[in-house]
């Protein structure tokens, strides 16, 4: 069955340490992956995405995210977290089998500590 | 540019109502998502529509039903309420179905008492 797997749904790091937060999929077809965020009573707005090419995505507000199919992983990282950075993220798949499903990770809610 | 808007914000309904969401997406999208995120979770896929045919559908029961309009604006039906369906429920659009990335409008918080 195809899943998307977020480790961790609270993950705490200290202002200006490294941003990593999990995400694996389970598909015998590699999904598209796309990373989002989502702040208090807002929509999400995405930060990158996976699709073919390049592995290692960058996206907005510093953030990339490298996907490693030997792993089935698909792993966002930033390398100095700002406080502005807490917030719940989410991992998603794009899973096209007969029809299109898109199939969201269950979130990490980032804290970012002073 | 306008984002996506969905439309009302806020609803509370009784159960065993009906209710109907509302939603336009980013001008020159033509794919319609719908997701029903419950607090704590992460959304869920209910829908994909393009080019007013349906090209995905989660596992949600028959009570669900959504419909694209010619203008690509979409409206999610959902029949006889449960108190299990307050959720806020997300709109996403995008210029095609499939791997496009999809831009998520503010939602609509539905509260079933």
Known sequence: AQSVTQLGSHVSVSEGALVLLRCNYSSSVPPYLFWYVQYPNQGLQLLLKYTTGATLVKGINGFEAEFKKSETSFHLTKPSAHMSDAAEYFCAGGFTSGTYKYIFGTGTRLKVLA | ?113
């Open chain 2, 1 to 113: 540019d306008a984002g996506v808007t969905q439309s009302p914000t806020h609803l509370i309904k009784t159960r065993g109502q009906h209710v109907t969401l509302r939603c336009s997406p980013i001008s020159g999208h033509k794919s319609v998502s719908w997701y029903q995120q419950v607090l704590g979770q992460g959304p869920q896929f209910i829908f994909q529509y393009y080019e007013k045919e349906e090209r995905g559908r989660g596992n949600f029961p028959d009570r669900f039903s959504a419909r694209q309009f010619p203008n690509y604006s979409s409206e999610l039906n959902v029949n006889a309420l449960l108190l299990g369906d307050s959720a806020l429920y997300l709109c996403a659009s995008s210029l095609y179905s499939g791997s496009n990335e999809q831009y998520f409008g503010p939602g609509t918080r539905l509260t079933v008492t």
